[in-house]
């Protein structure tokens, strides 16, 4: 069974910085591109950023451009999101996702398998 567990999240003042962890286990995750969404309270849910299996080539938000950054290690099966200079408007419940395919879509139609998600919340 395919499971992806975030964790990472918590309450932190605009400036600061965040490292989330999204763990994969049931899954071959050296071939799964991953993504991160988020959904702000009555918000619909968007992309952040995401990472290809077969490159590591990457995409992000342009609102998160040059703060956030996503990486992985296969050897852990886990992909991470440092997210640094974090304002109030990144306030959301944040969620991995895994695609199958190489590219980084930014469409959650893509992404076949999401975590519960992890609370962010960025205090002014």
């Known amino acids: 069974q395919e499971q992806l567990a975030e964790s990472g999240g918590g309450l932190v003042q605009a400036g600061g910085s965040l490292r989330l962890s999204c763990a994969a286990s049931?899954?071959?995750?050296?071939?799964?591109?991953m993504a991160w969404f988020r959904q702000a309270p009555g918000k619909e849910r968007e992309f952040v950023a995401a990472?290809?299996?077969?490159?590591?080539?990457?995409n992000y938000a342009d609102s998160v451009k040059g703060r956030f950054t996503i990486s992985r290690d296969n050897a852990k099966n886990t992909v991470f999101l440092q997210m640094n200079s974090l304002q109030p408007e990144d306030t959301a419940v944040y969620y991995c996702?895994?695609?199958?395919?190489?590219?980084?879509?930014?469409?959650?139609?893509?992404?076949?398998?999401w975590g519960q998600g992890t609370q962010v919340t960025v205090s002014s």
């Open positions: 996702a895994r695609s199958g395919g190489a590219g980084i879509p930014t469409s959650m139609s893509v992404y076949d398998s």
């Open positions: 049931g899954l071959t995750f050296s071939r799964s591109s």
């Open positions: 990472i290809s299996w077969l490159d590591r080539t990457t």
